[in-house]
């Protein structure tokens, strides 16, 4: 196996041993982002130098005897968290030259466990998208289809993953942004209770519905993340100080007695492509021949989800992203004179198509008038979603679901109809309104040999019983362990 093909477990046990260094391990993930990222464009700025000298520490580090799970791990990091001293574009040519004065809570979490960051990926503008075709950098190919889009809004860093250009990855995940790109190229991700990661060095899109999360290769990875990155933090008002477990003890691989429950009403949705549910299906059948009871629920407002979400997620967005004026922050349309016009100048090239799309749509729903009607009442009915899992958890330990009805589809497919975009994001919105964790595990491969996930949603703060079950499926399974051939 080649150094840049490790997980996070395994290239620890060789760096403890003194078999590999830190140096070593960076350098030749850093060769193979230089031999494939012509192909797969998954970073928008590459950290090397910072990367080779984050990677000697680690070894200093290990050398005397401190070698933390991830300590000199080569890390990719979506480019909308914020690392001191370096670029952060959000894909944005509004943020194009902006430079973080400080470290986002979890890169200091990162720094602190002695991990290598070795680039910003790319992504959707301002987490705006399902494909990362909304970068104003630069498109990201699909590992196992360079015609197939990677997923979104984190498309780079799945994308990275699912090609070895870094062992694991942070995403962010507003309506399914870690979950939907990892099932794309057949990696797991993890969109954590809201309020278990901090958000702060995050560059909002919808402060409510945001959260940090792991994208890794496997599951004993993603709960190695999940530890450095989870826990309270005072700089973010929304963080829960609830202690944050061991969670690799969570990883028992005996599942005997848990409940899955499946939604009803997920069997209707129109445009589920039948190989994803028979992938889905066939993950249902293996967990009940491993010891768990499996169970019909019903989530009966399914059907208002994308509605409730784009309309809460705009709004957000629109108060949010007022703050790029070309005032305070990167680009600034300089040929206007008066203030009014810099402001339009700024912001309509600033911007891409989708984020103006949302800007208009959110302060529409926001304004006197209309702000009942549509914010006011997508409130309303978040509170049904929230409700109606909190029913369903009554009867059950987790849901399995889908992650997104198709598998990846064809770069341009879907680009110029934004509502069939929105439509497809029907199975992933509903953690993020409910705030609940969720996590993407691979489950199959379509008949093109496209990876398809299986989502895995639980209550509040129950990310131990999600990566447990989700460990269990993925011992008696090896759709993790294929790779595509690059
Ligand atoms: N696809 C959804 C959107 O476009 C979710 C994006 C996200 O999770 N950041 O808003």
Known sequence: MKLHELTITQAHKLLKKNEISARELTRATLEHVGSIEGKI??????????????????????????????TGIPIAVKDLICIKGQKTTCASRILENFISPYDATVIKNLKRAGAVFIGKTNMDEFAMGSSTENSSHKLTH???NPDRIPGGSSGGSAAAVGADMCISALGSDTGGSIRQP????????MK?????????????FASSLDQIGPITKDVMDCALMMNVISGYDKSDSTSVPEDVPDYTAALKNNIKGMIVGIPVEYHSVKGLDPEVSAAVNSAVKLI??????????????TEYVVATYYVIAPSEASSNLARYDGVKYGFRDGEKQNLLDMYCGTRSKGFGPEVQRRIIIGTYCLSSGYYDAYYGKASQVRTLIMEDFKKAFETCDVIFAPVAPTPAFKVGENID????????DIFTLSANLAGIPGMSVPCGFSSEGMPIGLQVLGPHFAEEKLLNIAYAFEQATDFHKQRPEL
Not at 47 to 53: F, K, Q, S, W
Not at 192 to 204: I, N
Not at 417 to 424: A, F, G, I, K, Q
Request: one cysteine or more; charged letters at 15%; proline letters at 7%.
């Open 288 to 301: 009940e021949s491993l010891g768990a009871e499996c169970i019909e629920v019903s989530l009966p407002n």
């Open 182 to 189: 990892a099932s794309h190229c057949g990696v797991v991700g």
């Open 192 to 204: 954590p209770t809201y309020g278990r990661v901090s958000r702060f060095g995050l560059v909002a």
């Open 142 to 144: 699909n590992p196992w």
């Open 417 to 424: 109809d934004p509502l069939t975009m929105y439509l497809s």
């Open 41 to 70: 464009g998954a970073y928008i700025t590459l950290l090397e130098d910072m990367a080779m000298t984050q990677a000697e520490s680690a070894d200093q580090a290990i050398a005397k005897g401190n070698c933390h799970p991830l």
